[in-house]
């Protein structure tokens, strides 16, 4: 299949551009310094260029054309590694444990949490050894919510106490990487501060244009609690229209998850392509509509719509990103030229890249852009397998009633809706499922019925949210000439409020009611690695390559990459099958161990107390999903359990499993006289008072000692180096993650 380049030109520079990036993130620690390099290649390629411009010959051309992919690829490498803060010198990393005291300014959205306020501090200056001295870095903060302690807000500068902690990898297996996650966002360290820890010294936003957004942001959320009383429908309502998702719980989250639906509550490409949309077809009915006049002013209205929405919304990076790929597409459009969507979609992700080279590894930007491709490719091509309107349409005859004619016409207009919904849905799915198994483990069978009708409500609740905003604006003012006024007034919003309460609670009943009426339509606990997903969109693209061309050996391709993909999910099956281990796990206050068979586990929480559904689906259940298990049983206790358990004494309980023997120490050993050598491990729990000469005598120095994580900080500080000084080898699973002990055969 020939690729067009000339009406694409931005999709071969973007390419070589990504690739660069792809490079630093998997090998940037061992590159060089690379901005040189750029500077030398991009001098030979303007040379090579020049010279090739002055002879009419293919090689020069192609020459040209090569060291220009390689700048590109260079530059993406380069741009990433002068977007990596940690590499400065005077990052937060060179300092370590020094810091004494730090200033910082919030610089992000407050995250509102049950029991803390969540947010990420930029570092200006620290001091070390009695001096302050210059610094940068992020850092995430969690302060507690609780009387007397005001929420941050952007741009207040605080004066911290004591150093902050680099941030933790996963502590369990499979666990998300919340570390990398902060690191993309070059956010290296994690503080709880405490409120006599921190103060406020200053008022200095990184951004007043951010600042005043956010602060808009809240004023147009408080018009939604004011008038949405229903507190579902109110956190719905403020999620869909602007983003704010603090308020909703997490039963409707796991729904709105359940169903493939979650893109509705962010506010990204659905809402502004909403209101671009309505925008134009308002200009649409004007008379007149002809010539570059016209072509100007949607394009400036469109602009002006869209970058007003993203402001209003508080500058959310999912709607910047939708704003600029949709301002590409406008200023394509009113070019007045034959300019290729793919083209405008390259240009829009290039300078996002460019901008911040990062963004790659953000799942919204992923998602997106490959959403937007796979719609506008695929859902014309699948649009065209049936044509409803025209079938009904053909169904009409002369000699039937006019009231029949009607019918068949509404039957054909309200199919074709119907059809094109579905076929863009599809088109959708196609390209997002693979990163939608890679990173949520989960495929939603009812996407289908649940957004060829939560699409419409959804889209139809954003029109009239913003309407509603609309009129309280409009009664304020009107407030502003008198309190009659805007007592009248009001009563526009409470109808208009009324009315979208309604929908957003026919939304949310119908998303509900799907998945109450599907239970078997989600596919969960999917498992893919990374190459198998590159696996997955290589037998996606030679499909539409062999769907295009009509060619055979496109598709025994594809069956080849489908026999290579389900070969290396049968390996990575069999090479799990024999492995046994055991595992301490790292849950926040309580004692977790797992005994772990191939895709079977029996998970015993030793502290007789039940896991709460966010320990097991944050903690365990991604280990599950990671070992493709099939049977995960949970124990409250060892009563009942497979795993055999001996009490030998009050606060001693020992097991054996497959030639692995642990003790689980709770307190004093006074009646453990005699030994007991062999344990691979001993696990003290709830700050066991034990002394290392008690635990010599009883199970030797062998077998190293393993603090869980209902241990206090103060007591592991304590125990620790009295245990090493006695030869023991220590481990703290709270710091150091989930101890594993491999187990025979």
């Not at 911290?160 to 297996?173: E, F, H, T």
């Amino acid at each position: 299949m020939e690729i067009k380049w000339a009406p694409n030109a931005f999709v071969r520079l973007t390419l070589p551009l990504m690739a660069g990036i792809l490079t630093y993130l998997y090998a940037g620690e061992s590159l060089p310094d690379l901005l040189p390099m750029v500077v030398v290649v991009a001098a030979v390629f303007v040379g090579v260029q020049m010279w090739a411009a002055r002879r009419p010959d293919p090689a020069a051309t192609d020459a040209a054309g090569l060291l220009a992919v390689a700048t590109l690829y260079l530059a993406g490498a380069a741009l990433t590694q002068q977007a990596t803060e940690s590499r400065a010198p005077d990052h937060l990393y060179r300092f370590g444990s020094h810091v004494e005291f730090y200033r910082a300014v919030v610089d992000d959205y407050i995250v509102v949490r049950p029991a803390t306020y969540a947010t990420t501090v930029r570092v200006s200056a620290v001091r070390v050894a009695g001096k302050w001295q210059p610094a940068r870095g992020g850092i995430r903060v969690s302060i507690p919510r609780e009387a007397g302690v005001a929420a941050p807000q952007y741009g207040d500068v605080w004066l911290v106490r004591g150093a902050p902690a680099p941030s933790k990898p996963p502590l369990n297996p499979g666990e998300f990487d919340y570390r990398r996650y902060l690191q993309y966002h070059q956010v290296y360290h994690q503080q709880f501060i405490h409120p006599d820890q921190y103060q406020k010294i200053a008022v200095d936003p990184p951004s007043w244009v951010r600042a005043v957004a956010m602060r808009a942001a809240r004023v147009l959320d408080g018009v939604f609690r004011q008038y949405v009383h229903a507190k579902r429908e109110y956190a719905l309502a403020s999620a869909l229209v602007l983003g704010m998702k603090d308020d909703v719980d997490q039963q409707t989250r796991q729904a709105y998850a359940n169903t493939g639906t979650t893109h509705i509550m962010a506010v990204s490409g659905l809402q502004v392509g909403l209101l671009f949309g309505a925008v134009t077809w308002l200009l649409g009915r004007l008379p007149g509509r002809r010539g570059p006049w016209f072509r100007l002013l949607t394009a400036l209205l469109g602009l002006a719509t869209i970058w007003s929405y993203a402001f209003l919304t508080g500058l959310s990076a999912s709607v910047l990103r939708a704003a600029v790929m949709f301002s590409f597409i406008i200023a394509g459009r009113a070019s007045g030229r034959q300019t290729s969507m793919y083209n405008l979609l390259a240009v829009a992700a290039f300078c996002l890249l460019c901008y911040d080279p990062y963004l790659l590894c953000d799942v919204g930007f992923q998602l997106s852009f490959l959403a937007v491709l796979s719609i506008v490719y695929l859902q014309p091509r699948i649009g065209r397998w049936l044509q409803p309107k025209q079938y009904f349409l053909g169904r009409q005859r002369p000699w039937q009633p006019k009231a029949v004619q009607k019918g068949w016409q509404w039957l054909g207009i309200g199919g074709e809706y119907v059809w094109q919904a579905t076929a863009l849905s599809l088109a959708a799915q196609v390209a997002t499922f693979p990163l939608g198994l890679f990173y949520f483990h989960q495929f939603p069978l009812s996407f289908l019925f649940s957004n060829l009708v939560a699409v419409p409500i959804s889209s139809l609740a954003v029109y009239v949210g913003l309407g509603l905003l609309a009129l309280k604006g409009l009664a304020a003012v009107g407030g502003l000439i008198s309190a009659e006024a805007a007592a009248v007034l009001d009563w526009l919003p409470r109808l208009v409020a009324w009315l979208f309460e309604k929908l957003i609670l026919a939304f949310n009943e119908y998303i509900f009611w799907i998945g109450k009426a599907m239970p078997g339509a989600l596919m969960s606990g999917i498992h893919v690695t990374a190459p198998q997903v590159g696996l997955i969109f290589a037998t996606l693209l030679t499909l539409l390559v062999f769907f295009r061309l009509r060619s055979l050996p496109w598709l025994a391709a594809a069956c080849a990459l489908l026999g290579v993909l389900a070969g290396s999910r049968v390996w990575a099956a069999r090479r799990l099958a024999p492995d046994a281990r055991l595992l301490i796990y790292s849950i926040p206050r309580r004692s977790v161990v797992g005994f772990w068979q191939g895709a079977a586990a029996d998970v015993v929480t030793v502290d007789s107390l039940p896991l709460s559904e966010t320990e097991r689906t944050y903690r365990i259940v991604p280990g599950s999903i990671q070992r493709e298990a099939r049977r995960v049983r949970h124990w409250i206790g060892w009563r009942g359990c497979s795993v055999p358990a001996q009490v030998a004494e009050p606060g001693l309980t020992l097991t054996a499993w497959r030639g692995v023997r642990v003790a689980f120490v709770s307190s004093r050993l006074s009646g453990a006289r005699y030994p007991l050598p062999g344990a691979q491990a001993v696990v003290l729990r709830h700050n066991a008072r034990v002394k290392p000469a008690e635990l010599a005598a009883v199970f030797g120095t062998q077998a190293p000692i393993i603090f869980d994580s209902s241990c206090k900080s103060w007591y592991v500080a304590r125990q620790d180096s009295a245990l090493q000084l006695a030869g023991f080898q220590t481990y703290d699973v709270t710091t150091r993650g989930a101890f594993t002990v491999l187990a025979g055969p």
